[in-house]
């Protein structure tokens, strides 16, 4: 476990197979540089796994925070800087009914068509 500032790490280049980083992004002035320090010192094949909070989400949760993100937006960011594939998942304000309800509909019909309804995001990048 190592504890960094995110905008330059203490890390040979290639070197890491994952990143785990929670509760850091919303903090942050510039997610660009963070996304080329996790392309420097991930190793190819290697995945990086972060949470933001949700652009989209109907409802601002904290003033404190810097920035509030689009999974989009990361993803092509990720892609412009070594990552070869994004994907995300909307954590939602109330999981569990969301989650009985999909029973009834097409799977993941809540990620899809009601972002707003999430507070944050889960993205996992592989380079």
């Known amino acids: 476990m190592l504890v960094s500032d995110v905008n330059v790490l203490p890390i040979n280049s290639n070197s890491l197979d994952y990143i785990i980083c929670f509760g850091v992004f919303q ?3 510039n997610a660009e540089n963070v996304i080329k320090e996790f ?6 094949g290697g ?4 949470n933001v909070p949700n652009k989209k989400f109907f409802m601002k949760r904290s ?9 989009e937006d990361i993803g092509v960011t990720s892609i412009q800087h070594g ?3 994004y ?4 954590l939602f304000l109330m999981p569990v009914y969301l989650r009985w309800l999909e029973r009834f509909f097409d799977k993941n019909i809540f990620n899809k068509n009601f972002p707003w309804l999430a507070h944050d995001l889960i993205i996992l990048l592989t380079k």
């Open 47 to 50: 995945r990086v796994l972060i």
């Open 39 to 44: 392309s420097r010192v991930i190793k190819k």
């Open 27 to 29: 903090y942050i002035y």
């Open 87 to 90: 994907q995300f998942i909307n």
């Open 63 to 71: 003033e404190h925070f810097y920035n509030w993100y689009d999974p």
């Open 83 to 85: 990552f070869t594939h």
